[in-house]
């Protein structure tokens, strides 16, 4: 009876022990599954032919013909794309200085504008950074304006949320901090042309259109419901962007086969609801060089600018 007993102890004992082990690797299993979920990156492949070509120690300086938009009016000027690959520090959102293994390879595009309207001219500079090796939204997006009235400055950082800092000479926009959840950025999809078009949004999305454009014509920095559409050619793609409550429209026009150069874009706003003059603002090629432009900072460099077809003073 003793030894009866003594068994069936020892039965419930190693039962309940089998029940508990399984219970605990079920919720180690699930815990993990959820985390590797949440923590899930999409990664690219990139091709030899992209990386000679962007892991080459060059940019790719292209300027265009600006006829640009402001106050009802169409203004000439230039405006210049440089694209190039540089090592970034993820956690701080700057440009490493020194190789290390945080680091990550960003693409960046420093988008510049230079026009005139009426005797002072404006001057305007966007920077966005979006990492090659992974299919996530850009890092960074920093722009600024300049003009004899004054100076605005906005800047975007992608961390848990999308967090933004405008500053501006404007009493209704003043210096502010705040988030916005993350959706499509119309900035980063420059980049993504040239990382990979085949990635572009189509249809309908909400979206967070260009910084400039949002302080241009002072509109609340949100996402806008638009449409999207690619119309892909043999040469010449067509990526168009239509913002129904904005009566904004951009097209942007580039090479079919890597490394899809943005050959002129266009773009249409209405200054109001009663605005019905739609002046559209366009960029055509001018000229495209590859340069380590950061070396050539000498006068002896500055034959260079002619063979961009810009001003030297």
Known sequence: MYLFRLF???FLSLFLFSCNSSEEKKEFSKNTNETIKENDVAYRNVSQEFEDYWYSGKAEITSYDLSQERYSEIRKGKTVNIFVSENFLPKEQVKA??????????LKLNQTKNFNTGIYPYSVMTSTFSPISTRENAIKISTSVQEWCGQIYMQLNNRNNYEIRSHSYFADEGDKNFSLPKTWLENE???????????????????????EYLRF???????YNATANLRQGDSISI???NYPELQRELRLFFQSDFPYEIEKWEEVNAQNTTDTSHLKTTAIKSKRLQSAYWKENKNEF????DSLGLKTY
């Open 189 to 211: 999809l420059w980049n993504l042309i040239r990382i990979n078009p085949e990635e572009l949004p189509t249809g309908n999305l909400m979206l967070i259109p260009s910084f």
């Open 97 to 106: 200085d020194n190789d290390a293994k945080e680091n990550i390879s960003v």
């Open 8 to 10: 069936a102890l020892l």
């Open 239 to 241: 990526y168009t962007l």
């Open 217 to 223: 014509y002072h509109r609340g920095a949100k996402a």
């Open 302 to 305: 500055l034959h260079l600018r």
